[in-house]
């Protein structure tokens, strides 16, 4: 089920930022989109982490999390102007606590907006050039649109996903890869398989930062959330199910942030939207009639949030931040590297195959990493301790003592000529 709506959908108050991916899940420096609704949000940032990333997401995150205005400048440039201190937002807080006490009920929330962080996984920047994106298009019309945001290396979801709720790169946070091996415990870890907390504990997301505020959050699919990372869950969570629509993801995740009579409403929520990753691992971003499809309905799903936030009354007093993990590039059957034709297949573990292929080799590492290198010409092989800075991707016992890179539009294969569909 779909809904469009047309017309006014901001109120004066709000702001909107967008920003947009390029590139592609194989390469490192995508671009991604970046949206966001109002202004202020009031955590508590003692607790957070990120000395290590340049992230502009990062840098929202900050804004709206210290109750900031967040000024736009150009399309890469914007800074925060403070308007209160942590320690009046809390005041403020406690103040309107008192005051909900006598009043009661969801709808006399008057405080700090809540803030609802929204991804549609895989959505390239150029989708926004190919495609009318009319409901995307008027949210970020009236608020502001970044341009560009820097995906982390490797450029995949559950990496991805993780930066944009840590504001770490994944070296830091230990999610550097959809599938890991950590030679310590011996262990793997796969999408959908073997999800436990520990692989997720290296870093505090911020649904847990803002438990420590005082404030509820919630997580609706969005990679780790539904996890008792450091022995704690957000409050309330909902674990990944294909078959439950965005619909009724939006209409869970609104009715937490509303909260009712008993429970006040969560402050920080995450949304999780599979598509156009989906698709465009199906059928190939090039794909414009297949890709036409599925990007009206994420269209039509972000018309039905903006909707669904107009009557339950969150519209105007929430903040909306609409984003993506990644773009994603097309492959081809004729652009493929077979690893069997450059190294012997008993002379290595592979941890994981694409984008960025993970070995550990059962002898000399330097010898592979040249054997590699020589063999064709559209990878890069890089032994660990000289993968490039600007990956920041060396400093982790699961990032693996050989990475090789394809270059963009080329895939890593074992062997065969079968091009896979990686999610
Ligand atoms: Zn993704």
Redesign the pocket.
Known sequence: MSVCVAGDYLSSEVKVVVCCYTIK?TVFYSKGWYVSVQNELYFDRAHWKHNDTNLVSLTIFQCLIKGSEVKWLGSREFKCNARRTTFFHLYNRMLLKILLGFLCGAAARQGPPPLLLVSF??FRADYLQRFPMPNLKLLYSQGVLVEELTSVFVT??FP?HYTLVTGLYTESHGIVANIMYDPVSKSYFQVGKNNTPWWWEEAEPLWITALDSGYKTAGVMWPGSELAIRNRTPTYFCPYDSDVTFQQRVELVTKWIQGDEKEEGVMFAALYWEEP?RSGHFYGPDNTTAMAKVLKEVDDNIGLLVSELKRTGLWGHINVLIVS??GMSQCSAERLIQLDDCIHPDSYTLVDLAPVTAIIPHSDPKTMVDLLNECHAHITAYLKEDIPERFHYRNNIRIQPIIVVADDGWTIVQHGNVLPHSQ
């Open positions: 899940e996984d895989g995949k979801t991805n990753d993990d990644h």
